[in-house]
């Protein structure tokens, strides 16, 4: 059974910077593209970046362009979410998500996920 564990999320000023991870186990990581989702309070949980099997190909939404960056490291069976810039706006909880996908392509909804993480809070003050 794979298990994606999230750490790295804690309570930020706004301009400051956090990094996420998402740890896989019981499969490598390098079979799924991995992503990022946030719901915050009151709102539905929304599309924030993803990043294919080899790392090649990413996406991100609009309103994160230039501050978040993601990555993996497939021999850590690690992925990350470097998250600069943060504004309160970025307020949510996190989560990490995979699926078993060609080696180049990323998922950007939430539709016929493999796997789900529990979340990290993310808390940006201003």
């Known amino acids: 059974q794979v298990q994606l564990v999230e750490s790295g999320g804690g309570l930020v000023q706004a301009g400051g910077s956090l990094r996420l991870s998402c740890a896989v186990s019981?499969?490598?990581?390098?079979?799924?593209?991995v992503g990022w989702f946030r719901q915050a309070p009151g709102k539905e949980r929304e599309f924030v970046s993803s990043?294919?099997?080899?790392?090649?190909?990413?996406r991100y939404v609009d309103s994160v362009k230039g501050r978040f960056t993601i990555s993996r490291d497939n021999a850590k069976n690690t992925a990350y979410l470097q998250m600069n810039s943060l504004k309160p706006e970025d307020t949510a909880v996190y989560y990490c998500?995979?699926?078993?996908?060609?080696?180049?392509?990323?998922?950007?909804?939430?539709?016929?996920?493999?796997?789900w993480g529990k979340g990290t809070l993310v808390t940006v003050s201003s």
């Open positions: 998500a995979a699926r078993s996908l060609g080696p180049y392509a990323v998922f950007t909804t939430d539709n016929d996920l493999d796997y």
């Open positions: 019981g499969r490598t990581a390098s079979i799924y593209a």
């Open positions: 990043i294919s099997r080899g790392g090649i190909t990413t």
